[in-house]
């Protein structure tokens, strides 16, 4: 019996939180789940935590954002009745993919330019204040008064019906445009004045304002972006980092993360604990003739992980290399996979840490089968098989898939039969055991 310590289960996976419970011999905390008809999140916890050590169990699986909003909620609400600390153990970290930026080969988050376009940027992409040596921007060369002359005369060419006839229409419209309302006294001496408005045609350009587009007028084209300009694409890493600690988690434990750099995304200590031991003994004492079998990694993002295994059991090792070659400048890029290694009449044991749809893994085992070998096993830590992912490995030459159980597997394991699921329930609740006397966890990084 560990005193002090309060276990408390979200509703991502409550059989994972019943293992942590049994295994460290207490029983789970109360606490009431529930949504309101809006669908907006309640938390309530049925028993003091003041002054106690709380461990809160929410995997990133299923509903990612109400479980995240859940966990957030159960975590402010810790600290509001006063608790000690707040350890927030996420099995599978949610958003752990959307942890880096997609900077290109130049540094910045652009399309390339294809050759032989100018640089003359739209004002999406390039800011209008002039710099050094470079022309001054339309409608800044004068004052307001000549800006609000440009503005009238790009509507006057660019208006479809526009006549010699229509000059007084044009006046009423400038008028309006200079802040003056239109009179009609104002009509017979307006003949004069619009003629100044006149640009040159190589400078004028079609501006439409609001008060353009309130009564009616539209452009003749719609807006395109200029080529080289990309929209920037959000990355959650940080967001989802601040928004663990401003809710008060002053401890994180997770396992096998996809990017190692999240955790330098946190202010608070991060316990990033490894499946890998795991997975060697069963590799040692599952897969007949282990020891002439290669380790496969699909993609050469997990070639580290993958060879942490290999070398740590002497087995060979294979890569799988990605080819990616657009047809046409804007059609979507198609990947070429190329085997880097021998896995003729051997066992294929692919290594990764997350299958999500499965079109990876599916196609891995395909090329390895294709190559040769003779049996394919597909080891993954976090089986999150999502959509049709099911579906694709049962009809893929995957012989058997083995997962963990850091998110619900029961429905998995109904419908797919080549699917087996490793308990790392024992692992949590021993770095929860560790965290609360603290004792070091390295250990658990190694353990065989």
């Known amino acids: 019996m560990v005193r002090n310590l309060v276990v408390l289960g979200g509703s991502s996976h ?3 939180n019943r293992i942590v419970c049994n295994h460290l011999g207490i029983p789970p905390a109360k606490i009431l789940l529930s949504k309101f008809s809006v669908g907006e999140t309640r938390v309530e916890i049925q028993e003091s935590v003041r002054g106690k050590d709380i461990f809160i169990i929410q995997s990133g699986g299923g509903s990612v954002n109400d479980h995240l909003m859940e966990l957030l909620i159960t975590i402010s609400a810790c600290k509001t009745a006063s608790a000690s600390r707040v350890t927030a ?29 100018n640089n003359n940027y739209s004002f999406e992409s390039r800011p209008q204040t002039p710099h050094p040596g470079q022309p001054e921007s339309d409608g800044l060369n004068g004052n307001i008064d000549s800006l609000n002359k440009k503005l009238a005369k790009s509507h006057i060419e660019s208006s479809p019906s526009f006549s010699p006839n229509g000059i007084q229409k044009a006046a009423r419209f400038a008028n309006h445009v200079n802040g003056h309302s239109a009179k009609r006294s104002d009509a017979g001496g307006s003949v004069s004045s619009v003629k100044s408005f006149e640009l040159d045609n190589d400078r004028s350009q079609t501006i439409f304002t609001n008060h353009e587009i309130n009564n009616g007028a539209t452009a003749s084209t719609g807006f395109v972006p200029q080529p080289g300009y990309k929209q920037w694409v959000a990355q959650a890493g940080t967001l989802i ?17 996809h990017d190692p750099q999240y955790q ?30 290669v380790i496969v990694s699909p993609d050469a993002g997990g070639a580290k992980r993958a ?7 002497g087995m060979s090792f294979a890569l799988i290399h990605k080819e990616r070659r657009p047809t046409q400048i804007n059609a979507r890029q198609n990947a070429t996979m190329m085997l880097v290694g021998d896995v003729a009449n051997r066992t294929a044991i692919l290594i990764d840490d997350l299958a999500d749809t499965s079109n990876t893994i599916t196609r891995a085992a395909k090329l390895v089968k294709k190559e040769g070998a003779t049996k394919v096993y597909a080891l993954l830590t976090h089986g999150v098989l999502s959509g ?38 024992i692992v949590f609740a021993e ?11 390295s250990a658990l990084f190694h353990w065989d």
């Not at 959307?98 to 050759?115: H, T």
């Not at 200590?269 to 897969?287: E, G, H, S, T």
């Not at 060879?307 to 059991?313: S, V």
């Open 14 to 16: 409550p059989e994972l």
């Open 241 to 257: 980092a601040d928004l663990l600690t401003c809710a008060g988690a002053d401890h994180i434990i997770t396992m096998d993360l």
């Open 89 to 117: 153990v996420l099995p599978l970290f949610p958003y752990s993919r959307q942890s880096d930026i997609p900077y290109n080969k130049a540094g910045a988050p652009l399309a390339k330019v294809p050759a032989g376009l």
């Open 431 to 441: 770095a929860i055991r560790r965290v609360h006397h603290g004792e070091s966890i």
């Open 388 to 425: 049709d992912a099911i579906d694709r490995i049962n009809a893929s030459a995957i012989d058997k898939c083995i997962v963990t159980n850091s998110i619900p597997q029961d429905e998995h394991k109904k419908r797919c039969p080549k699917l087996e699921v490793l308990d790392v329930g």
């Open 307 to 313: 060879t942490a295994i290999a070398d740590g059991l």
């Open 264 to 293: 330098g995304f946190f202010d608070i200590p991060v316990d990033n604990l490894y499946a890998r031991p795991m997975l060697k003994r069963y590799i040692q004492y599952q897969i007949p003739e282990w020891k002439e079998a």
